[in-house]
């Protein structure tokens, strides 16, 4: 499971989006380079292949190319998450156009610049399901994030949706269009505290944040969404970038997911926790993908600017607690 | 406002307590030693003075020696929290014991070794408000740590009351008794995902996380209290120190309060956030005094077997953004 | 707004209906009986005309044989249920075929014995919006009961739907999907009352009811279609018609909506009350239709057996405090 | 468990209180009358005696005296509610003053005409728990209203409680300072509908009804002690006694909990439902007393001007089904 969500513009026009991924811990994951000027193939037997315009710094699990989450030098960001039950794949065409989940990123970050041009590249793209060697063909979904819009693409048993985001948000099942009316639940949420006197006996909330009251506090997906909302929504006027992506990076913290708080029945029949592996702070404005992974405590960064993008290139994430605080004195 | 809580234990026996600090910004908050075989008045006019058998660091604001978080080289940890509208501070008896809300911790974590010892110790103290210099008498309790207990200090009506805390968790108002009470209206919340069948009609949680449903997501002291007790309650095992700073510290995440969620009316009738001001980590076991800011990313940490404690200094804490994300490549 | 639910059928077969109409007083709610071997001819200028197979009772407002809630004589129950901002009402046709909502009910009950049947009969029907005299185009929806199943119409953009409703239950907005999906946020809710133990500290709920956590207190559509499953899923067994309808209306005064507790814009712009007008109880197994206003506290009840069905007739209801508590002395 | 309240009074002055009373089946309850100018003793061996000024209409248990509820001549109301794992029972002093649980309500409505008179005569009494041949000692605490205020008596550890109760409302555990603290995390509900607007994303309510947001929908006392509040706070106002009967009946609907719902185990381990045994709606300044079992959909109603007070006398309520829906025709 994941929580994805775009932060509000800064003052300068700043625009920094955030996102966790969750997973049951033992995924190989690893923080990847893919070329500009290359050509790629789906990993869809006689699938599409595609030369891309743009690079892209990501993560990926398995396969190298099967990028679930990045940016691009264009500055757009694209992020695949979960999609339990819902997400309902095409079937292969063999036609030479087909595609798998694991292609959708690299493929719509490595040719557009924008979620205009996203969204008429990926109309009628025939995404079919693929195992990428974790025993299963992942179920997911994705959205895309540019400066001034965000879209959501859905496999759907009806086809491929391509819809915008008018709020940024999104985390897991079911659909976009759920989330969005469940929303309606929760209007009046408030940064402020309320006040109620009932025939002469005030009621003062017992302390701030009293204005959030009945906003869900479970894992679930429809709980993340309201919250990623409700965050994001209220969040303070930020001036710049780096105070953008200092106010992302405290909005993920809440999303950070301990080992333990949420488990689901492992292959083996033995629960297991799912946890937030890794977490992203997409600079699409700056050019800068940061990232935080679940063993090492410090956030990390990747200038676009400077990185070589003549070839892909990875990088494992530890699989053991590595970093450190960092020793001080006084 | 604020959140403590005391993991559960690691396999190796080691002990680790986190802690937010809440505030609207602008308070000078400063990292800070407190010396031992050091003679400490209050600062209450003519009131108790105390010599110090332990060394301290922690942070305080304003008044350097007023530490409200902090822990002692025999791996007692102590922690001032808000307790609005139910502190009712003693009035002076100007018999050379009066102490105020800033003495508690350097009194208690410079003399005591042990919650047993501290609780002999806080037996009959006298504490009275005192404004430190920011233009009102911080209403505030205490919660104390050692590797084998937890307990409260309350300044009630009634006068000082220092109970255990079976759970190791402290917000803010009211007081400890009606949190616990609180606790009961959340029994059965589970870390798996509970399956409901109607009439034939099966109905799944939509995403890992339903069984804590109902729990809230505001960040009212209640809110917070419940939330806290889950997290410590489910959390996962843990092997040893690190791996129990690290888990302290994605609890901690969660409660990272980012500015504009939850705002209160300031001083000149506008609105202010209340934010993290900073979060601790505290290794009793371990003699380690980790922390972060709001304006710095990064988890520094204070090694107290390293630590001079010749003599009180004090480290202020910056007001504005520094540290960075730390530069990778690939 | 409005709650429906079909009650858990009895041991001896019984199966009843309860449902609750709500609206701002003023509406001149009538009890209504609909003849059988009568041809009624559409609202809509020009539309469809049919011959009735079944004589019906139950309620309409404005318009006589516009009836919103009934039963016929087959023991099938039709219950019209506001749609607000969702409802998309076809296009008239002008092929002597059109319908408007107003008649949805008095055709199929009229001429339908089962939900089969009536499935087959409203395919490819062309619902289109009618003002009955209110001053705008009610946006419903309806649901049909009869002793083995449920079934929906939403009248949506895409076209009229017709489905299974497998929980038996229908408030309002939004759609029947929709809600299905969320009461998968409420898996788990139980009848009993679950204990906690965290590290040895015990936590017994405080009272019964418990197992309910989470369950949502509010009146909008949501909150009462996720209550009146849970209603009816725990409901205790019954053993025959009388004591199904009793059952049923024990869960019917859960929804009973006082007035004030939920305020709308009139419209002169002034808050207007939303108030339970009636509720009624629709025994389809015995023939039997109850029903209590809102200013009367006797539950009144028609035996269809004995009901005259070779006329139209109307009696209006209540608009002001009636009828009374039953005196008694001892 | 139990829920009791008092309606906010109508424009003519009439105040009318309801409470429901649950319990699992089974328990024989009976209307009684309780004479006046007649000399009581105490069920507890030697315990006190005391003559009445005031009649009372009531339900009581096994023990005819026994009341739980009812109302004097003189207009005040007592409601004995549950108060599991937390009333504290004296100790019998044997000087010829204790009392019991059972009887409190026959004592001070009998001697009582006004909360200020049953104050002063409730302080200092010793009350002991009594088996009136239930098989155990129930746990109880008591809520009395008359015209002008409402007090609640509380069974604590540290002796008898008398306190004021400023919203007129009671459930069961815990204590009623616990359930006016519970309060300020229900602040800024509302009747109304609020809309929010998100980066021009206009959010409206679902339906009427979502300023209620967050508020409990289960059936444990805090849940039912905030929904009381709730619809006390929010109910129109009303114009006269009749009115506030029936606004009270219509609030009380609310709280009748069905067989099922919630379930305890029983003395032989097996679940038992726990239900709405009998409501009553009390007219403070009407001298009315009106009830409606869980067996008859019937309100009755005593008239205290005209019933005979020179005797005790009582009437069984039924345990099967019984009294009907009214047959209606047209």
Same mark, same amino acid.
Request: proline share 8%.
């Given at each position: 499971?994941c929580?994805?969500?775009?932060?509000?513009?800064?003052?300068?026009?700043?625009? #920094?989006?955030?996102?966790?991924?969750e997973?049951?811990?033992?995924?190989?994951?690893?923080?990847?380079?893919?070329?500009k000027g290359?050509?790629?193939?789906?990993?869809?037997?006689?699938?599409?292949?595609?030369?891309?315009?743009?690079?892209?710094?990501?993560?990926?699990?398995?396969? =190298?190319?099967?990028?679930?989450?990045?940016?691009?030098?264009?500055?757009?960001?694209?992020?695949?998450?979960?999609?339990?039950?819902?997400?309902?794949?095409?079937?292969?065409?063999?036609?030479?156009? @087909?595609?798998? =989940?694991?292609? #959708?990123?690299?493929?719509?970050?490595?040719?557009?610049?924008?979620?205009?041009?996203?969204?008429?590249?990926?109309?009628?793209?025939?995404?079919?399901?693929? @195992?990428?060697?974790?025993?299963?063909?992942?179920?997911?979904?994705?959205?895309?994030? @540019?400066?001034?819009?965000?879209?959501?693409? =859905?496999?759907?048993?009806?086809?491929?949706?391509?819809?915008?985001?008018? #709020?940024?948000?999104?985390?897991?099942?079911?659909?976009?269009d759920?989330?969005?009316?469940?929303?309606?639940?929760?209007?009046?949420?408030?940064?402020?505290?309320?006040?109620?006197?009932?025939?002469?006996?005030?009621?003062?909330?017992?302390?701030?944040?009293?204005?959030?009251?009945?906003l869900?506090?479970?894992?679930?997906?429809?709980g993340?969404?309201?919250?990623?909302?409700?965050?994001?929504?209220?969040?303070?006027?930020?001036a710049?970038?780096?105070?953008?992506?200092?106010?992302?990076?405290?909005?993920?913290?809440?999303? @950070?997911?301990?080992?333990?708080?949420?488990?689901?029945?492992?292959?083996?029949?033995?629960?297991?926790?799912? #946890?937030? =592996?890794?977490?992203?702070?997409?600079?699409?404005?700056?050019?800068?993908?940061?990232?935080?992974t679940?063993?090492?405590?410090?956030?990390?960064?990747?200038?676009?600017?400077?990185?070589?993008?003549?070839?892909?290139?990875?990088?494992?994430?530890?699989?053991?607690?590595?970093?450190?605080?960092?020793?001080?004195?006084?």
């Open positions: 499971m929580t994805s969500f775009k932060h509000r513009p800064a003052a300068d026009g700043s625009v #920094v989006v955030g996102r966790t991924m997973f049951p811990a033992g995924l190989p994951w690893q923080l990847q380079v893919l070329p290359h050509t790629f193939s789906s990993m869809m037997p006689g699938g599409r292949s595609w030369t891309s315009t743009y690079g892209i710094v990501g993560f990926s699990a398995v396969v =190298e190319t099967a990028v679930m989450d990045g940016i691009n030098e264009a500055g757009v960001s694209g992020h695949g998450l979960y999609m339990t039950g819902f997400c309902h794949y095409a079937e292969p065409r063999h036609d030479g156009n @087909d595609l798998c =989940e694991g292609d #959708v990123i690299p493929l719509l970050l490595g040719t557009c610049s924008s979620i205009a041009e996203l969204k008429a590249a990926a109309a009628g793209m025939n995404i079919c399901g693929f @195992d990428p060697g974790v025993g299963f063909v992942p179920p997911v979904h994705f959205v895309f994030h @540019d400066k001034v819009s965000s879209c959501i693409l =859905e496999m759907r048993p009806e086809g491929l949706s391509i819809v915008d985001n008018p #709020v940024g948000v999104a985390t897991n099942a079911p659909f976009l759920w989330h969005l009316t469940n929303l309606r639940n929760y209007t009046g949420i408030t940064a402020s505290n309320p006040t109620t006197t009932i025939d002469g006996f005030a009621l003062h909330p017992l302390g701030n944040g009293g204005g959030l009251r009945g869900p506090g479970d894992y679930t997906p429809p993340r969404f309201v919250r990623a909302v409700a965050q994001v929504s209220l969040a303070a006027d930020v710049d970038g780096p105070a953008a992506e200092r106010s992302t990076l405290h909005i993920l913290n809440t999303f @950070d997911i301990n080992a333990g708080l949420i488990r689901e029945t492992g292959p083996d029949g033995k629960p297991v926790s799912e #946890v937030t =592996e890794w977490s992203t702070v997409s600079n699409l404005t700056g050019g800068r993908y940061a990232y935080r679940i063993n090492d405590p410090t956030v990390y960064v990747i200038d676009l600017a400077t990185t070589d993008f003549s070839s892909a290139r990875s990088k494992p994430m530890p699989d053991t607690l590595t970093g450190s605080f960092v020793p001080a004195t006084l």
